[in-house]
């Protein structure tokens, strides 16, 4: 091979080292939209996020929130990521029944979330991380009606690579208690959502994820799994895109495909759920 061809084609390699590092095996740490994988970045890494979710439609009217977060993720040390967050919340409620018409743009509050990785699964069968998000809230992000209201979500989550650096599969199971406050009426609510989530995802070009989420949700009366309120299941697509070497964009939809409410011989359940939630979320390294 002539020496220009053999420094263009030395150059041209160079030029895609980093698209290359990108495109090797799997970051789950941001890929799926509702779910989360086990990875929690590398040590010293920052992160800034802005996650959009919309829910809509409930047992007729209209019906239609749309909540922003942003984020602020920190690593630490290994195997340990924080993350410091603000919402802001939107409603546009009417004639939805059970629900007081409104429509309004307010604060909601803040969160923290702290994430332990428990096996790596570079180095295990599979990816093991405890999730533990603590929030405190001003408004319903249901109702939207004006509360003080606390809420923990812990997540277990697990995932593998079914075929390496083209198919990961995951998992997560959830408990999420919340204790809720009325100040205007003085009542007081408490209530739990346990959840189970699987995901696939494949790498259909280096920098591009396509795949889908299903998630099943039991809701109770009270935190210790007292009555059951209602159940639901989703399913929907998820996309994800490395938009370039710092930052990222994933999208997913899910349709409620089936739900139950005690007493209820609907197929459906429009109360406790919504028939359609949607995330939008971008993030970049800085």
Same mark, same amino acid.
């Given at each position: 091979?002539?020496?220009?061809? *053999?420094?263009?084609?030395? !150059?041209?390699?160079?030029?895609? @080292?980093?698209?290359?590092?990108? $495109? +090797?095996?799997?970051?789950?740490?941001?890929?799926?939209?509702?779910?989360?994988?086990?990875?929690?970045?590398?040590?010293?890494?920052?992160?800034f996020?802005?996650?959009?979710?919309? *829910?809509?439609?409930?047992? !007729?009217?209209?019906?239609?929130? @749309?909540?922003?977060?942003?984020? $602020? +993720?920190?690593?630490?040390v290994p195997n340990v990521r924080v993350e410091l967050a603000a919402a802001f919340m939107a409603h546009d409620i009417k004639g939805a029944p059970g629900f007081e018409d409104r429509r309004q743009l307010s604060w909601q509050g803040v969160s923290v979330d702290f994430r332990y990785r428990f096996l790596d699964r570079e180095a295990a069968p599979f990816g093991m991380t405890l999730a533990l998000e603590t929030r405190a809230d001003r408004v319903d992000e249901t109702t939207a009606a004006a509360v003080r209201s606390y809420g923990t979500e812990l997540t277990l989550a697990f995932d593998r690579e079914i075929v390496p650096d083209t198919l990961l599969a995951a998992l997560n199971v959830s408990?999420?208690?919340?204790?809720?406050?009325?100040?205007?009426?003085?009542?007081?609510?408490?209530?739990?959502?346990?959840?189970?989530?699987?995901?696939?995802?494949?790498?259909?070009?280096?920098?591009?994820?396509?795949?889908?989420?299903?998630?099943?949700?039991?809701?109770?009366?009270?935190?210790?799994?007292?009555?059951?309120?209602?159940?639901?299941?989703?399913?929907?697509?998820?996309?994800?895109?490395?938009?370039?070497e710092r930052s990222r964009l994933t999208a997913t939809w899910g349709i409620q495909a089936w739900g139950?409410?005690?007493?209820?011989?609907?197929?459906?359940?429009?109360?406790n759920f919504e028939r359609h939630q949607a995330r939008l979320v971008f993030g970049v390294n800085f």
């Open positions: 091979m002539p020496r220009r061809a *053999r420094v263009f084609c030395a !150059g041209l390699a160079v030029a895609a @080292l980093p698209l290359a590092a990108r $495109a +090797e095996g799997f970051d789950t740490e941001h890929i799926f939209g509702f779910m989360i994988g086990s990875d929690v970045g590398t040590v010293g890494e920052r992160e996020q802005s996650q959009t979710t919309g *829910r809509f439609a409930k047992d !007729g009217g209209r019906y239609g929130t @749309l909540n922003q977060e942003l984020e $602020a +993720e920190f690593v630490p408990y999420e208690p919340e204790w809720t406050r009325l100040p205007r009426t003085g009542t007081s609510d408490q209530d739990a959502t346990i959840g189970v989530a699987f995901g696939l995802m494949a790498k259909v070009r280096p920098n591009v994820l396509l795949g889908g989420e299903a998630r099943y949700f039991r809701k109770y009366e009270g935190i210790g799994l007292d009555e059951l309120a209602g159940q639901a299941l989703f399913i929907g697509p998820t996309a994800y895109f490395q938009l370039s139950q409410r005690p007493g209820s011989n609907a197929a459906l359940d429009l109360a």
